[in-house]
Structures are given as C-alpha cells and as structure tokens.
C-alpha cells in the first residue's frame, strides 16, 4: 500500500505515520507555598504556574487601581468618601496571592491546569 501523506496520522488510531513514538511528559510541581510567596510580588506567582493571562490581569489590575486611588486621594475625593481608597488594592492583592496558592494545591492535585 502506497502512503498518499506520509506525515498524515491513522486513520485508525491517530498515531503519527512517521514510526516516532509520543508520550505525554508529566506537568513539572510546582509548590503552592513558592507560589504564595511570589505572588507578593503582584502577578509573579500566577506567572510561576503557567497562568500568564491570570497573571497580568492581577499586575494590571493592582498597579492600575493604585494609580486611580492615588489620583483620588490627591484630589481630596478619598477623604470626601470617608473610606481609604486603598482598600481595594490591598484587597485585590491579598486575593491573589490566595488564588496562587489556591491553584497550585489544584494543579499539584491534577484536579486542572
């Protein structure tokens, strides 16, 4: 039988036509405790796990809400409101770093990536 697409897999069982043999390599550990810790650093613990996207929308997020609430203390407005502005900063940041060590207890259980 004369192979059309010699780079095509099985049509049967889908293994690659080439001979060569795959295997899927383990997801390296990854310590929730290390990533707790980076996480201080705003987004760094998130990038520590392979969750890039997650990672800069806490950066963002953090440095971006930092710079509003400075532009509103400044103005006067946080004093007006009666309610430090930085609460929701600290919070946020707070979040992650229990998100880090959240998701590295989920992927070190092999529950999700």
């Known amino acids: 039988m004369l192979l059309t697409n010699p780079g095509a897999p099985c049509p049967r069982c889908g293994a690659p036509a080439s001979g060569s043999w795959q295997y899927s ?8 405790r290390i990533a707790a810790l980076l996480a201080v650093i705003p987004g760094c613990g998130h990038f520590y796990l392979g969750h890039n996207l997650k990672g800069v929308g806490f950066l963002v997020g953090i440095s971006g809400f ?5 532009g509103f203390d400044v ?4 004093a007006f409101v009666g309610v430090p502005l930085e609460l929701g900063p600290a ?5 992650s770093i229990v998100d880090a060590y959240r998701t590295a207890k989920t992927m070190e259980s092999g529950r999700g990536r």
């Open 91 to 95: 919070g946020l940041w707070i979040y």
């Open 25 to 32: 390599r383990p997801a390296p550990h990854k310590d929730p």
């Open 75 to 78: 103005t006067g407005i946080g």
């Open 66 to 70: 930092q710079l509003i609430d400075l």
